[in-house]
């Protein structure tokens, strides 16, 4: 933030107010992006729908894929964590993909069970 330390002892309380909030929708953020992965798995990945894939790929690129590349940016503490959970969530779409295409083979191919 590029401040000296009088200007951060003037601005402290105000700034730890503010943080307080940003912090909380920070968390409702973080349990809303986990209940929408929930709904997908329980739900539209079941299925191999093709849209939950996208969805879930654009969904994870703006939350934590964004949300690591800021913490880099930044040079934040909590920058490798958050990039754990970016590849977590882009390994969770690419097996998604992979099983979507062996359901669809097997499918497709006579004598087996789909």
């Given at each position: 933030m590029s401040l000296t330390p009088a200007e951060l002892q003037s601005v402290g309380p105000r700034l730890t107010s503010w943080l307080t909030h940003v912090f909380r929708v920070m968390g409702g953020y973080v349990a809303a992006t986990g209940a929408l992965a929930l709904t997908l798995v329980a739900t539209s990945f079941r299925g191999h729908h093709p849209v939950a894939a996208v969805g879930a790929g654009v969904a994870g690129g703006l939350s934590i894929g964004l949300m690591a590349a800021v913490n880099f940016m930044i040079h934040s503490?909590?920058?490798?964590?958050?990039?754990?959970?970016?590849?977590?969530?882009?390994?969770?779409?690419?097996?998604?993909?992979?099983?979507?295409?062996?359901?669809?083979?097997?499918?497709?191919?006579?004598?087996?069970k789909p």
């Open positions: 503490d909590f920058k490798w964590v958050l990039l754990g959970m970016a590849l977590v969530w882009g390994t969770s779409i690419a097996t998604f993909v992979r099983e979507s295409a062996l359901a669809s083979k097997a499918a497709t191919e006579p004598g087996t």
